[in-house]
């Protein structure tokens, strides 16, 4: 094949060597043998050749035309969500370097967590990386934070508006105050904390947050001992550990979760339902299932809270 021409099959080097050289580098010539696969892209979008391919001696392919692979995929649930799921993370490889038919798949450590989706919601997960916490950071507080953002997620802001992604930090509050800070801080001086005495999530503090938090660009900072809202409208100082792949937000969530001794970072998208992005230090996960609560209170318990005599620390005059 010749740059430009429509492509329809995968090519699998059976036996043989074929030349490929790309149509904006003439200068490097790839020798493929055995096991080589060419124009992988095709499977998961639609694809151009990018160079030409030539044949050095005989041989044989293996052809897999895309059309046929799309439909024999679609037979099996399983197998449609799998090629989903890698078909994401391919596209996002490809785009990250010069097209070519020649690509190495991505590795599964290097997956971007925000393109992968969920199958179906897990009942009674654990807290990711629950063991891994920093001694500054109290599950109870995590867990509360992430309950109470899954709840803003699914089921948006005040007055029924839609949230528009947002960013909650778990962490130490004097070592967060050297990474970054606020502009208008509205928390400033109030003593809104997102778990009750008995560590359970107020409603009052929920509602409290969708209409003060919640809304705003920057994130929320919560003190991961106390489990007190320290600000909104955050902005973290230096984003340069979040890399340079995705938006401000998603870079900032990367770079704080490994500043200040290591952050507990909850990212929620945009478009999200319910699906967070969870980050501690380097390490980076999906969550949309639902959370084991039996050191946790679920969001809304807090009138049962009032009616049992236990206290709540969440103040509503914001």
Same mark, same amino acid.
């Given at each position: 094949f010749s740059p430009g021409d429509a492509c329809k099959v995968v090519r699998f080097l059976v036996e043989g060597r074929l030349l490929y050289v790309h149509?904006?580098?003439?200068? /490097? /010539?790839?020798?493929?043998s055995r096991g080589h696969c060419v124009s992988e892209a095709v499977l998961w979008t639609l694809w151009e050749h990018c160079g030409v391919l030539a044949s050095l001696s005989d041989g044989s392919c293996a052809l897999l035309e895309s059309d046929s692979f799309e439909e024999i995929v679609k037979l099996y649930p399983m197998v449609t969500w799998l090629s989903v799921l890698y078909s994401r993370q391919f596209i996002i490889h490809l785009n990250k370097?010069?097209?070519?038919?020649?690509? /190495?798949?991505?590795?599964?450590? /290097?997956?971007e967590p925000e393109a992968i989706v969920a199958i179906a919601k897990e009942s009674g997960a654990d807290l990711p990386f629950e063991d891994e916490l920093p001694s500054h950071c109290s599950p109870q507080v995590v867990k509360a934070c992430v309950l109470?953002? #899954?709840?803003?997620?699914?089921? @948006?802001?005040?007055?029924?508006?839609?949230h528009h992604g947002f960013t909650v930090i778990i962490g130490e509050e004097n070592a967060l105050s050297t990474c970054g800070k606020? @502009?208008?801080?509205?928390? #400033? =001086?109030?003593?809104v904390r997102v778990i009750k005495n008995d560590g359970s999530v107020c409603k009052e503090t929920i509602e409290t947050m969708r209409r003060n938090a919640f809304h705003t660009d920057g994130a929320i900072?919560?003190? =991961?001992?106390? @489990?007190r809202v320290v600000a909104s409208s955050w902005f973290v100082g230096d984003i340069r550990l979040g890399g340079m792949e995705g938006g401000a937000r998603s870079r900032s969530a990367r770079a704080v979760a490994q500043q200040a001794g290591g952050c507990y970072v909850i990212k929620c998208s945009e478009d999200s339902k319910g699906k967070l992005i969870l980050h501690l230090g380097t390490k980076a996960r999906v969550f949309n299932s639902e959370l084991k609560t039996k050191d946790v209170g679920a969001p809304g318990s807090c009138q049962m809270a009032k009616d049992s005599g236990t206290t709540c620390n969440a103040k509503t005059s914001l």
């Open positions: 149509g904006h580098r003439l200068e /490097e /010539e790839l020798t493929l370097n010069i097209m070519s038919d020649i690509v /190495e798949p991505p590795a599964v450590q /290097e997956w109470l953002s #899954q709840d803003v997620a699914a089921h @948006g802001l005040d007055e029924n508006r839609p606020s @502009g208008f801080n509205p928390f #400033q =001086g109030h003593d900072v919560v003190d =991961g001992l106390s @489990g």
